[in-house]
């Protein structure tokens, strides 16, 4: 089935480090499945960060980035200077094809703990 | 624009007890709904997902069922909750299409003791 491993948090770094949460993928249902980066803050729900559904491509939100590499089936999260504020779980995910309607593979999430 | 609301935001509640949690979309007409379930320490899980009007497909067994009693209305629920219901419980909606957006609710914390 869809898998999806993320670096296991938690992840802790100083205000303007730089960051990367490594993220790999196996997809059997779908070749090329679209790839999202998760953010849930702290006493908050999950929001979408960013999305890539063209393998190559690189999504870009917050001064995060990630990049969809379908050769090393990667989808790596990177931000070049944290923030105290970017302290959360980050969930990467596809979107696996169930049946007529699709559903999201997450990774276990990793959590981000930026220190001033 | 679209909203989610999800309630209760958190409950404790005792072992055999029944559970009934809601999920309202506002803004969107036939959006397909989705329960997703975190464990501590687990990965979310698609429990449920329904593209329809009163029509729900279970994706993991987990004896809780879900229905949609209309359009922009989801709940979960059990007669008998156990330990290991405990966790998050995540609302979600997404258009029909392929590359649609998932946009998640704000979720409920569950303990059961």
């Known amino acids: 089935g869809d898998s999806v491993t993320q670096t296991e948090g938690p992840v802790t770094v100083s205000e303007s480090e730089s960051l990367i949460i490594n993220c790999t993928y196996s997809?059997?249902?779908?070749?090329?499945?679209?790839l999202f980066w998760y953010v849930r803050y702290p006493g908050e729900g999950l929001q979408l960060l960013l999305k890539?559904?063209?393998?190559?491509q690189k999504g870009s939100s917050r001064g995060f980035e990630a990049t969809y590499n379908k050769e090393t089936t990667s989808f790596h999260l990177q931000k070049a200077s944290v923030q105290e504020s970017d302290s959360a779980v980050y969930y990467c995910?596809?979107?696996?094809?169930?049946?007529?309607?699709?559903?999201?593979?997450f990774g276990l999430g990793t959590t981000l703990q930026v220190q001033p | 624009a679209q909203t989610i609301h999800q309630w209760p935001v958190a409950e404790i509640k005792a072992v055999g007890s029944p559970l009934s949690l809601g999920c309202t979309i506002k803004g969107k007409s036939s959006p397909n709904l989705y329960w997703y379930w975190q464990a501590t320490g687990g990965t979310l899980q698609q429990l449920f997902y329904s593209i329809t009007v009163g029509q729900v497909e279970s994706v993991v067994q987990l004896n809780l069922s879900a229905s949609r009693p209309k359009d922009d209305q989801f709940i979960l629920s059990t007669e008998k909750l156990l330990l290991s219901h405990s966790g998050f419980y995540l609302c979600?909606?997404?258009?029909?299409?392929?590359?649609?957006?998932?946009?998640f609710g704000s979720g409920t914390r569950l303990l059961v003791i």
């Open positions: 995910a596809l979107a696996s094809i169930t049946g007529n309607t699709g559903k999201l593979i």
């Open positions: 979600a909606w997404s258009a029909q299409g392929k590359d649609s957006d998932y946009t």
């Open positions: 890539v559904i063209t393998a190559g």
């Open positions: 997809a059997t249902s779908i070749a090329y499945p679209n």
